[in-house]
């Protein structure tokens, strides 16, 4: 599976974006979908994740300003980011889980400004 992600930007504190991950293939049978990002000078870390039966992941600082979801006919997953803070400045990655395997999106850049 090839992932394609896209929707980064440059956006002030308290705004809104929303990233899309395009697949080259059917992502029905993908056991989990997810983000990850990397802030400059940090570690990679999940930020949220979906599930085949779509249960969802959110990491505590963005339970509640974050929504991940996905739309199984367009082969898309999405990550909806509201009320972002300095701290949601990072690449963003999104990635797909099998037990056989692991792929990963290129980055996009998310840069909130104060």
């Known amino acids: 599976v090839q992932l394609q992600a896209s929707g980064g930007g440059l956006v002030q504190a308290g705004g809104s974006l929303r990233l899309s991950c395009a697949a080259s293939e059917s992502i029905k049978n993908i056991h989990i979908m997810g983000w990850y990002r990397q802030a400059p000078g940090k570690q990679r870390e999940p930020v949220a994740t979906?599930?085949?039966?779509?249960?969802?992941y959110y990491k505590d600082s963005v339970e509640d300003r974050f929504t991940i979801s996905r739309d199984i006919a367009k082969n898309m997953l999405y990550l909806q980011m509201d009320r972002l803070k300095r701290e949601d400045t990072a690449v963003y990655y999104c990635y797909a889980w099998n037990p056989s395997n692991t792929y990963w999106g290129q980055g996009t850049l998310v840069t909130v400004s104060s």
């Open positions: 979906i599930s085949n039966i779509d249960s969802t």
